[in-house]
């Protein structure tokens, strides 16, 4: 089992930065190192959507609508992804959520399609215009 837990999240003015934090429990240094990472976010009346995310070698994917402000990593030793977050934009507004899976040498890619085993409860961002 694992635990994520977000923070970082507030209400920032647009153009402003903030960094997003997950941190990881339930999984020792040596087990999370395995776990492909991600971030999905939803705003109120949209669907879910894949932020970014990043396999166990660190190679990332981040979604279009964020290329280029947003940024995903990963600290293994502190068990923590990170999201940092750059030029934001009043549509970047919503609920962020870490997510987690199992990545087995065969499915270590980093991907948006799940399925997402762990999902932590969220943090809320908000980008004022």
């Known amino acids: 089992q694992v635990q994520l837990v977000e923070s970082g999240g507030g209400s920032v003015q647009a153009g402003g930065s903030l960094r997003l934090s997950c941190a990881a429990s339930?999984?020792?240094?040596?087990?999370?190192?395995?776990?492909?990472m991600g971030w999905f976010r939803q705003a109120p009346g949209k669907d879910r959507e894949g932020v970014a995310a990043?396999?166990?070698?660190?190679?990332?994917v981040v979604a279009d609508s964020v290329k280029g402000r947003f940024t995903i990593s990963r600290d293994n030793p502190k068990n923590t992804l990170y999201l940092q977050m750059n030029g934001l934009k009043p549509e970047d507004t919503a609920m962020y959520y870490c997510?987690?899976?199992?990545?087995?040498?065969?499915?270590?890619?980093?991907?948006?399609?799940?399925?997402?085993?762990?999902w932590g409860q969220g943090t809320q961002v908000t980008v004022s215009s």
């Open positions: 997510v987690a899976r199992w990545c087995p040498a065969a499915d270590n890619l980093p991907r948006f399609e799940g399925p997402w085993t762990y």
């Open positions: 339930g999984s020792s240094y040596s087990t999370y190192s395995w776990y492909c």
């Open positions: 990043i396999d166990t070698k660190g190679r990332t």
